[in-house]
């Protein structure tokens, strides 16, 4: 199951997480473009029979109605994440590394530079910010090598780049990747599944190293639980809070074969190099339900889907049935309450959290609807806000500027 991601007809349905459907520029005069100021937020969405993806901004996410009606023409630029007023991405053409705006009619390359540091694939990469400016971009090499690339985002250039050290078992490949920073220390979670079975060890390393060097790894084993969240490209399955790494572990229907492994939160204390024997949350009946994503909300907590796992025989699941539901999770105090959203469609590995200025909003798919929900932090009231009008799903939710 877990390779066979691989596979080109679940590579091809993988791959709308990270196209996008809009018109594209280049700038001649990359210094002098600004950020998109007419909007706020940007969602990207995939509409249409047969769908295509699309980046729509907009002022509001609280009312009014968001559709995609007379915006969008193809372009070859992914979105892996966005931040200030930019988008940073890869050209499907020509492999260059894209820093880009957006403004519901054309996307405009504000610069680009080519990206052979590291072999990127959406389905074996993943990322973390370490700060405004610094972007670190991961790659297993299709499963095999660990490597990095630490790009600073003001001058589009790559700082540092290289391979990250830690060892794998013969026949055996690399899966789950997760990742955390705290202070100079930088922390990678992975399995190591058999390439005969595609099935883990049932073992999650962590490989501790210093930052920005990636040097003096060391690598310990904890056999309590054994799939750290897969696929973190596309959602976070980990965050960071009052200098302590949390992680969730995720053994997932979609990315192993894997059953009866937990689905729960572990912890790294910062400045230690071992996952905290002391720690672990389940958060769910590991035969009836999954627990995808954390979305960090502050303050030890975070909001989770969990879904409901008896109607799940196939990937087909996440993207046609009413089964997901959220939950804010406290791992301080190992609680989880339920968020007052009607069961929805999981979407699963989507970006359709965004958390800003105490409210959480999140895209949701009912069957009263498409609309983006607004979680109130403090208060935990829940609204009903922008209607999605003719979208399919939301893949990502940022706020541009």
């Not at 937020?41 to 559709?67: D, E, K």
């Not at 056999?223 to 959602?235: C, E, I, N, V």
């Not at 995720?250 to 192993?256: E, K, L, Q």
Request: with cysteine; glycine share 6%.
């Amino acid at each position: 199951m877990l390779k066979s991601i691989k596979n080109p007809a679940l590579v091809l349905c993988l791959a709308t997480l990270l196209a996008g459907f809009s018109a594209c520029k280049k700038n001649d005069n990359p210094t002098t473009v600004d950020p998109v100021t007419e909007n706020t937020y940007s969602l990207r969405v995939s509409a249409g029979t047969p769908a295509s993806s699309y980046l729509v901004q907009t002022g509001s996410l609280n009312a009014g109605t968001i559709t995609t009606a007379g915006i969008g023409v193809a372009t070859n630029l992914t979105t892996m994440t966005a931040k200030n007023g930019f988008y940073y991405g890869i050209d499907n053409d020509s492999g260059n590394l894209v820093k880009y705006t957006s403004n519901n009619k054309t996307n405009t390359i504000v610069k680009e530079i080519p990206f052979k540091q590291i072999s990127w694939a959406f389905y074996s990469s993943f990322y973390k910010w370490k700060d405004d400016k610094t972007l670190v971009l991961f790659s297993s090499n299709a499963s095999v090598q660990f490597e990095y690339a630490i790009l600073n985002v003001e001058t589009m250039s790559i700082t540092s780049s290289g391979k990250i050290n830690v060892p794998l078992k013969a026949d055996h490949y690399f899966w789950g990747y997760n990742a955390a920073f705290v202070g100079d220390k930088f922390y990678l979670t992975y399995t190591q599944a058999a390439n005969s079975t595609d099935l883990s060890d049932r073992i999650t390393y962590l490989a501790a190293m210093d930052y920005p060097a990636m040097n003096n790894v060391t690598v310990s084993q904890d056999s309590r639980f054994g799939a750290p969240q897969h696929y973190t490209l596309h959602m976070p399955g980990s965050f960071t809070d009052n200098g302590n790494a949390y992680f969730l572990a995720s053994p997932n229907t979609w990315t192993t074969a894997d059953i009866n492994l937990p689905f729960g939160i572990y912890k790294i204390k910062g400045g230690t190099t071992q996952i905290d024997p002391d720690y672990f949350y389940e958060l769910t009946d590991r035969t009836k339900e999954e627990a995808l994503g954390l979305f960090y909300l502050g303050n030890g907590k975070a909001i989770t889907k969990i879904l409901d796992r008896t109607k799940i025989t196939s990937s087909n699941a996440y993207g046609t049935l009413y089964i997901t539901e959220y939950y804010v999770v406290d791992v301080i105090n190992k609680t989880k309450t339920k968020i007052n959203i009607p069961a929805s469609i999981a979407t699963a590995f989507s970006l359709n959290i965004l958390v800003d200025n105490g409210i959480a909003s999140i895209a949701a798919n009912t069957p009263d609807g498409f609309y983006i929900y607004q979680y109130n932090i403090a208060t935990s009231a829940v609204t009903r806000g922008a209607k999605l009008d003719g979208i399919n799903s939301v893949e990502r939710l940022d706020l541009i500027k």
